[in-house]
């Protein structure tokens, strides 16, 4: 279950942001985006020779100006260094080495993580002569590169999925679920965690976890049998460099990656902010279970509609993809947290739910007789045959005749007559249209 992330480091304009686009544009034609799910300029997926990581392009997080300071480059390494499998440190060619190169450099050689130094701009013969004075940065081997065209990128890329963490192919399809606890920081994670396992401590057994700097828990009792994976509180304060919106996308990558099914909590005094919508996104983006845990319930004033009028609050920031358990929670007083652990695991069992083709195309068939055909300059676009792909979260591939002029209000259209008739609540859901 380990997730394998690689991050660009480098000084401002070297070109860590076309790298980075370059890198996630690789996957477009193999996977459709999540409808409704904004690309996060910092964060997205790669694949390259059957090998799919996550790309962090740490450039977003600074500032682009002329006076960035060495300090401010500085901390974004140091955050790299904390999170990623394989870092990319990006230079550039026509400026040579200069005293940040130098400075970046000199971090990552003491570090002891995998390094992979890529020259830039190198889009001519005589720009690999002068490349060359890069392996005075003592960081091992060049790859020359232009992210612009593109040249260079696949020699770069052998190197680096070479260097990436080896996953141990039997476990990966593991029985129990994985359950973990994200959110922006100080929500109550921590918290809800101790009020799940801190009592009895004789019934859990600690499990050595996949994912360096994470605790994978195993939670048997009260009928329930699965994974928690905790990252919360593991990280001593003064290591998380005072940027803590950079450092908890980073942290929720690699804790979302690693579960089934991800209880996002966020606090009830606060409501939805924009850092709870980065983190809903990611989890969207990786196909996993989602539940809405509202947390310190017990500090809010209420009267017989709040919990009404906060869960249309809520769904209003979720949309379009508003069928997720919204459950109201306080870590302090335990309120509501076993049932909380009953609707995850409920939501797991959703992700892996198998529909019948002869049910599917019952159902889906008579929906989309009585929606009527849609037409395209005068032809009628015909859905035929629809089935469940063999993927591990719920996809369905609907064969038609005219596929590529299916819009989005169509497609959730069926989407939602997947989830009024299967329950795929928390779920979310892929809906391919191919040729027949």
């Not at 955050?79 to 200069?98: H, P, Y």
């Not at 001519?124 to 065209?149: K, P, V």
């Not at 996308?249 to 919508?277: F, K, N, Y």
């Amino acid at each position: 279950m380990s997730s394998k992330i690689i991050a660009i480091v480098g000084r401002p304009n070297v070109g860590k942001s076309t790298l980075f686009n370059r890198l996630i544009e690789q996957r477009k034609a193999i996977v459709d985006e999540t409808a409704g799910v904004t690309r996060d300029r910092n964060y997205g997926k790669a694949e390259w020779s059957g090998t799919e990581f996550s790309v962090i392009d740490t450039g977003g997080y600074v500032v682009n100006s002329d006076d960035v300071f060495e300090a401010e480059i500085n901390k974004q390494v140091h955050l790299a260094i904390d999170e990623a499998d394989v870092i990319v440190f990006l230079v550039d060619v026509e400026s040579g080495i200069t005293d940040l190169d130098d400075a970046i450099a000199e971090i990552l050689r003491r570090s002891s993580k995998e390094v992979i130094l890529v020259v830039n701009k190198v889009d001519n013969h005589a720009r690999i002569l002068d490349a060359q004075e890069f392996y005075g940065l003592g960081l091992g081997e060049i790859y020359c590169i232009s992210s612009m065209t593109g040249s260079g990128t696949g020699d770069m890329l052998d190197a680096l999925v070479a260097k990436l963490p080896k996953v141990p192919g039997v476990d990966e399809e593991h029985e129990l679920p994985y359950l973990s606890v994200v959110g922006r920081p100080n929500v109550g994670k921590s918290s809800f965690i101790n009020a799940l396992i801190g009592e009895d401590r004789n019934i859990v057994t600690e499990v050595a976890g996949t994912t360096r700097d994470s605790i994978h828990t195993r939670y048997n009792k009260f009928g329930h049998d699965f994974m928690i994976v905790d990252t919360a509180g593991l990280r001593k304060k003064g290591k998380v460099s005072e940027d803590l919106e950079f450092y908890s996308v980073l942290r929720s990558v690699r804790t979302i990656e690693s579960s089934d099914v991800c209880l996002l909590m966020i606090d009830a005094t606060r409501g939805v902010e924009a850092q709870d919508m980065n983190i809903f996104n990611l989890i969207i983006k990786n196909k996993k279970g989602v539940v809405i845990l509202v947390n310190k319930w017990d500090l809010i004033d209420k009267d017989t509609q709040s919990t009404k009028k906060f869960t249309e609050q809520i769904k209003n920031r979720l949309a379009p993809f508003v069928d997720v358990p919204i459950i109201f929670i306080s870590a302090l007083t335990k309120q509501r947290v076993h049932k909380a652990l009953e609707v995850a695991i409920e939501v797991h069992k959703n992700r892996k739910q198998r529909v019948k083709t002869s049910e599917l195309n019952e159902v889906l068939l008579e929906a989309i007789e009585e929606y009527g055909p849609p037409s395209v300059k005068g032809k009628f676009i015909k859905i035929k045959y629809c089935t469940q792909l063999p993927s591990p979260t719920p996809a369905f591939a609907l064969f038609a005749n005219l596929p590529q002029y299916i819009k989005e209000p169509y497609k959730r259209y069926i989407e939602n007559q997947l989830r009024d008739n299967f329950n795929f609540t928390g779920v979310p859901i892929q809906i391919y249209f191919r040729q027949k």
